[in-house]
């Protein structure tokens, strides 16, 4: 039988979607950090794909179930957006589009809220694909 969920961590604060950045006469772009982040999580979904899966993309095209627990996001970060960075890393490796995804639950804590305070900060994500 074929393995339909994925459980995986992210090491390291979270950061939120920003706004895109413009400059006169340039593409749009994001800042640096926000790019590092993205890069970290997929880093993260390609071996938990290996490791879990066998394979290193699996796309699923039908319907996603989506659980996310923030540790240790700054104050300020909008749940959302935190959401965001999450499910636009994920394109093209966990799932074609985010538009796939019909069920969502999101989470955020403090590190000294979390079972493992010396875990420090970090992102669980746990994908479900829907089978009919």
Sequence with gaps: MTRTFLD???PGRPVPCPRPRIKWGHKAYYPQRYEDWRVKIQLAALEACQKQLGTARPCWT???????IFVGAAGNADLSNLVKSIED????????????????QAERFR?????????GPHVVVNVRRVLA
């Design 111 to 119: 590190v000294e809220e979390c079972d493992d305070p010396e875990e």
């Design 8 to 10: 995986f961590t992210v």
């Design 62 to 68: 039908g319907p996603i179930e989506l659980g996310l």
């Design 89 to 104: 890393a994920s394109e093209g490796i966990l799932m074609v589009n985010d538009r796939q995804i019909t069920k969502l």
